[in-house]
């Protein structure tokens, strides 16, 4: 089982997986292009002005689990904010690492919510058995795609024009 805390994998590691491995071999290698996007900046507003009265508000567990709101009651229901719904599956599967994650703290968590207050629309996630398994899987694939010396091929998406790393791939 790999150390999450030790092998310093984030949420956005894990999104990034989803999205790009390339981009997310950048990520991991010092390489943060998020604070010169303006899409990345829209995001943080709207996580930033949304869910103010929240008394557990970014919450940051050691140096790797960041979540943008937590509800307590019998057990920690994870809260991630969203701008659009355009990476839908990776947001789903950042709110399942970090209930994962969670668990293995030995914390109880079994869901979570992904609120995208623009669109004024939220998903529920659970995390199963299965998608346990699929997360270590991913844990292994994350750690040999981070040892590569160089990034992994590029993939040509449409999304890729709004990429914060568009000019690591296309210039």
Same mark, same amino acid.
């Given at each position: %089982? !790999?150390?999450?805390?030790?092998?310093?994998?984030? &949420?956005?590691? !894990?999104?990034?997986?989803?999205?790009?491995?390339? #981009?997310? @071999?950048?990520?991991?290698?010092?390489?943060? %292009?998020?604070? /010169?996007?303006?899409?990345?900046?829209? &995001?943080? =507003?709207?996580?930033?002005?949304?869910?103010? #009265?929240?008394?557990? #508000?970014?919450?940051?567990?050691?140096?790797?689990?960041?979540?943008?709101?937590?509800?307590?009651?019998?057990?920690?229901?994870?809260?991630?904010?969203?701008?659009?719904?355009?990476?839908?599956?990776?947001?789903? @599967?950042?709110?399942?690492? /970090?209930?994962?994650? =969670?668990?293995?703290? &030995? !914390?109880?968590?079994?869901? &979570?919510?992904?609120? /995208?207050?623009?669109?004024?629309?939220?998903?529920?996630?659970?995390?199963?058995?299965?998608?346990?398994?699929?997360?270590?899987?991913? =844990?292994?694939?994350?750690?040999?795609?981070?040892?590569?010396?160089?990034?992994?091929?590029?993939?040509?998406?449409?999304?890729?024009? #709004?990429?914060?790393?568009?000019?690591?791939?296309? !210039?």
């Amino acid at each position: %089982m !790999i150390d999450l805390i030790e092998n310093k994998i984030t &949420g956005t590691n !894990i999104a990034y997986f989803i999205i790009c491995k390339r #981009k997310m @071999w950048l990520f991991t290698h010092q390489i943060e %292009m998020e604070k /010169y996007s303006d899409y990345v900046e829209i &995001g943080k =507003l709207i996580s930033e002005e949304s869910f103010k #009265k929240e008394r557990y #508000k970014e919450v940051l567990i050691g140096e790797t689990l960041k979540l943008d709101f937590l509800k307590m009651g019998n057990e920690i229901i994870v809260h991630e904010i969203k701008k659009s719904r355009k990476m839908e599956e990776a947001h789903i @599967w950042q709110v399942k690492f /970090y209930i994962y994650s =969670l668990r293995r703290l &030995g !914390i109880n968590s079994h869901y &979570g919510v992904i609120h /995208y207050p623009k669109l004024m629309k939220k998903i529920d996630v659970e995390l199963t058995e299965e998608d346990e398994k699929e997360i270590e899987r991913a =844990l292994k694939e994350i750690e040999i795609i981070k040892r590569l010396d160089k990034p992994p091929e590029i993939i040509n998406k449409p999304y890729c024009k #709004k990429c914060a790393y568009y000019f690591f791939c296309f !210039i």
